[in-house]
């Protein structure tokens, strides 16, 4: 079974009195913004858990009273301490938050302490090593940094609100001037995860203004968790290889971020290929499945054909072909301007680009369209669809010309079974392999493109629905990174 992470780890830290209890007390409040690193991410749950550090504050304080007797102490007690956060880490879920990890007390605090531990320090770096093979790694790490030149706004969070052993720092600065150093080369020599750094000289790390500023602080964490923990994009086989009751609530999850995405942004969802290919049957499953709206190339009863011109060409394709075809693009260009003025998202299960890349090529190539009326439908085309809304997403479903002539079969309408025999079919086909080239060529579409093959998708299998949202979901995500 193919594995997947069911969190990320997101560490805090930086000098003493930066504000890393302030970060991560206030981070249940503010955990919807949080979540938005999840976005495209099926596997991670929704679920934030904060870790506070834990310390023997009575030990703190005889160390900070007397740190050459207590520091090799207070070195394994934060051994142990870690241990004991490894283990909430492991159980956790979700966005997990917490404070300094293993790290941070071997390469700051206890190269600090590496004088008061003396003959000791190698008995405590043997101990670290092994402890260090028990303890994971942060995913991401948030630096809340004070450069030194504003100690003093840290000297101030310790005479307002700092604990009795820090307080001599008052008197005696030196300390919290190494400790910011070591914070500093830490984030920028060793740590070798990503690192978001926050200007923790702001006021509201200090407890002394109001918090309207968190929201931004945290939408930023999110952005950047997102940045650098990209949710996974898997292949359809992938997807068949995770365990299938996580791939079923991965699917869920990934259909619950598609629809509030849709919900969100108005989207034109537009499905291609082949007559045959089940353009219609796949545009209506997702708006089934999306609680979207759709609009339908046949608007009869049953889907029947309910175009008079469109059954004479289908019948008669020689004499038919230029005036159906023209009187198809006020045709399109009004269905998808009126559904458009709705406000919501829908799908529609033609592209009218199919129109000039594929159908019009083909009746020239057949000697249907002189040059003269392919030049006149061509123009007319690209001056109407240039102000039309474009297509946000699009979908060409690859089926077989054999099996798209099987499905004309069986729907068993007399003018599709005439017109589109398997050989002409074939002769499609390969127009649209260059279909996504004339969109750009047209100006149709802009925004994601998708090939879904229908010899391996199954409209049957719900995991293989997940792969299909995620595909719609990530190819909007990524469309957005690009158009900023």
Known sequence: MLQLEDKITIAVGGPIKAGKDVLLENASTYQDVLFQSLRGNFWVPPVLNAISSEHDKGLFERYSANPERYAIEFQYACLANRLAQQAQVDAA????????????????????????????????????????????????????????????????????????GEKKFLTDSSYLHENIRRNERFFTEIVRQPVITIDATHPLFGGETSQEHLPGIYQDIANKIYAYKKPHRLTLDEWEAVDHNRAQ?????ARRQVRKYLTDHQTVITIAGLV???????????????????????????NAIADDLLEKFLWDKKTYAYDFQKSLIPKRIG??????????????????????????????????LSKEQMDELIQSAK??????????????????????????????????????????????????????????????????????????????????????????????????????
Request: aromatic share 10%.
């Open 383 to 484: 001056t109407a669809y240039a102000p039309a809304p474009k297509s946000d997403v699009m979908i060409k479903l690859l089926r077989s010309p054999r099996e798209c002539r099987k499905m004309i079969l069986k729907r068993g309408r007399p003018a599709e079974i005439k017109a589109w025999s398997r050989a002409e079919l074939e002769a499609m086909e390969v127009f649209y392999k260059g279909l996504f080239e004339d969109m750009d060529k047209y100006g149709s579409h802009q925004g994601p493109k998708m090939e879904l093959d229908l010899q391996e998708w199954d409209a049957k299998n719900t995991t293989h629905w997940g792969f299909l949202f995620q595909e719609i979901l990530h190819g909007l995500l990524e469309w957005e990174e690009r158009k900023h």
């Open 93 to 164: 879920s979700g966005l997990v938050l917490h404070g300094q990890p293993l790290e941070i007390d071997r390469h700051i605090y206890a190269e600090a302490n590496r004088q008061n531990i003396g003959d000791a320090f190698p008995t405590y770096e043997g101990m670290f090593g092994e402890v260090r093979k028990r303890v994971s790694s942060p995913d991401v790490w948030i630096y809340l940094r004070v450069p030194e030149e504003k100690i003093d706004l840290l000297l101030e969070r310790i005479k307002t609100n700092g604990r009795e």
């Open 335 to 368: 269905q998808r301007n009126d559904k458009y003025q709705s406000g919501r998202s829908f799908v529609e299960d033609r592209s009218p680009v199919e129109d000039q890349s594929i159908f019009w090529r083909r009746l020239q190539e057949q000697g249907y």
């Open 249 to 253: 609530n991965a699917m869920r999850e």
């Open 276 to 302: 045959g290919s089940s353009k219609t049957g796949t545009a209506e499953l997702l708006s089934a499945e999306l609680d979207i709206d759709i609009m339908r190339e046949l608007s009869g009863k049953h």
